[in-house]
């Protein structure tokens, strides 16, 4: 069973700062040392007003993690194969309206960083856009 983060305020803060620098979700995770979905957790909380009591930062708790010390790993294949940017790729174009029709505070920083991954992502593998069949576009 997972364990639950405790959100110290100084956690909090530092949240709502990058946040308001237009961090995406993901680069704020990783600056924190946190899992994705612990921050967009409480990212949706705060937004829903559905912070429970156990989620109220509480002075004389510890940040997690504490003495902890994490190294960073090598890599050693590339970061995404062909097949991979591909895929992602496809499921952005496919998905990328009904996301910005959907979303409530969409930030203009994070639909710049979402449409430059895009191109990146349809030049290294190939894909073109508007091809819907994986034959067609691979032409």
Same mark, same amino acid.
């Given at each position: 069973? /997972?364990?639950?983060?405790?959100?110290?305020?100084?956690?909090? %803060?530092?949240?709502? #700062? @990058?946040?308001?620098?237009?961090?995406?979700? @993901?680069?704020? /995770?990783?600056?924190?040392?946190?899992?994705? #979905?612990?921050?967009?957790?409480?990212?949706?909380?705060?937004? %829903?007003?559905? @912070? #429970?009591? /156990?989620?109220?930062?509480?002075?004389?708790?510890?940040?997690?993690?504490?003495?902890?010390?994490?190294?960073?790993?090598?890599?050693?294949?590339?970061?995404?194969?062909?097949?991979?940017?591909? =895929?992602? =790729?496809?499921?952005?174009?496919?998905?990328? @309206?009904?996301?910005?029709?959907?979303?409530?505070?969409?930030?203009?920083?994070?639909?710049?960083?979402?449409?430059? =991954?895009?191109?990146?992502?349809?030049?290294?593998?190939?894909?073109?856009?508007? =091809?819907?069949?994986?034959?067609? /576009?691979?032409?």
């Amino acid at each position: 069973m /997972a364990t639950k983060t405790k959100w110290t305020p100084e956690m909090v %803060s530092r949240l709502h #700062e @990058l946040r308001d620098r237009n961090w995406t979700v @993901l680069e704020i /995770a990783q600056e924190m040392g946190l899992p994705f #979905e612990v921050v967009q957790g409480r990212i949706n909380r705060e937004r %829903s007003g559905k @912070l #429970e009591i /156990a989620d109220v930062p509480q002075p004389d708790t510890p940040p997690p993690f504490s003495g902890m010390e994490f190294q960073e790993q090598e890599l050693t294949e590339e970061l995404l194969t062909k097949a991979e940017a591909w =895929a992602i =790729a496809d499921f952005i174009e496919f998905w990328i @309206l009904d996301a910005i029709r959907k979303a409530d505070g969409l930030s203009s920083v994070w639909l710049f960083n979402l449409v430059r =991954a895009f191109d990146k992502l349809c030049a290294y593998s190939g894909y073109k856009p508007g =091809a819907f069949d994986s034959e067609e /576009a691979e032409e």
